[in-house]
């Protein structure tokens, strides 16, 4: 058992402080009155509503909101498939190949994967814009959801789809009805995993932008290279709310549907 002593505790303290505490000081700074980033003047939300009339940045903000989604739902779709493929089929031919292009993004730096994808996407004639972005960060976050459906994939009872395609039940039907809700929380989680990751995204997108299709990070990122606005530390403010809203969503929904499970199992053992 873990003993709490003095230095634990500091340790951990100092941990959470580092990861933290900047995040709190531009949430609190958010709400600051002065136009100074750095100097407190008091409460005010006026920065939200200057936000409001900030076209630029709103536009910026919605491309990024329908590339997320777009991408982390075309991401959950071809992860999910992928990481059946792996665990499913474990012999057949290319399965290598097939596992080192599914799990390459993983450990390939974002300016290599930006630099190639815009090589591919010249070499083939495509313009750059919003499209080009929802495909690489398709690419890029297909990895993810693969790797998350395939960890709950590797512990599911395949007894329960055998007795659904003993009882009649075509394996289309198997798949839909018993397989995908079972590791839901899973494909929930990959796909919330990879809206997140599109939203953060910032290289990539640099590589494979173009004109009309700025994101919200480029926009933040050039605007920071002139100075630090208070706006930017409102619209930083609503994004961390809604990634955090979206975790806590997903952590409850996964909660509740292992307790009911665990329920459910505990009702089939004790049934006579």
């Known amino acids: ?13 100092l941990g959470f402080a580092f990861l933290y ?13 002065s136009k100074l980033v750095t100097v407190w003047g008091g409460f005010s939300t006026k920065w939200y509503v200057s936000l409001l009339h900030n076209q630029a940045l709103l536009d910026a903000a919605w491309v990024t909101i329908r590339v997320g989604i777009l991408s982390a739902t075309a991401a959950t779709i071809l992860g999910t498939l992928a990481a059946i493929a792996l665990v499913r089929y474990t012999r057949f031919r290319g399965r290598m190949l097939f ?5 390459a993004p993983l450990v390939m730096p974002e300016v290599i994967t930006g630099l190639s994808l815009l090589l591919l996407f010249v070499a083939i004639g ?19 959801v693969a790797v998350v459906v395939q960890s709950r994939l590797l512990s599911f ?12 039940a075509p394996p289309v039907r198997t798949f839909f009805e018993v397989t995908l809700p079972i590791i839901a929380p899973a494909v929930l ?14 290289v990539i997108a640099s590589f494979t932008s173009g004109p009309g299709a700025t994101t919200l990070p ?3 990122y050039s605007q920071v290279r002139l100075g630090v606005t ?40 004790n049934a006579p």
């Open 1 to 13: 058992m873990l003993r709490w002593t003095r230095f634990n505790v500091a340790s951990v303290a």
């Open 21 to 33: 505490l900047p995040i709190v000081l531009l949430v609190v700074f958010s709400f600051n009155e």
């Open 99 to 103: 596992s080192g292009m599914v799990y």
């Open 126 to 144: 495509l313009d750059r814009g919003f499209w080009t972005i929802t495909l690489a960060h398709t690419t890029l976050t297909m990895c993810f």
């Open 157 to 168: 009872d395949r007894s329960i789809e055998e007795a659904a395609q003993d009882l009649g």
């Open 189 to 202: 989680s990959g796909w919330i995993l990879a809206f997140t990751l599109s939203l953060d995204d910032l």
């Open 218 to 220: 480029m926009k933040i």
């Open 230 to 269: 208070p706006e930017i530390n409102a619209v930083c403010t609503i994004l961390i709310g809604i990634v955090a809203i979206g975790v806590i969503c997903a952590s409850t929904i996964t909660k509740r549907r292992e307790l009911q499970r665990e329920r459910d199992e505990r009702a089939a053992a």
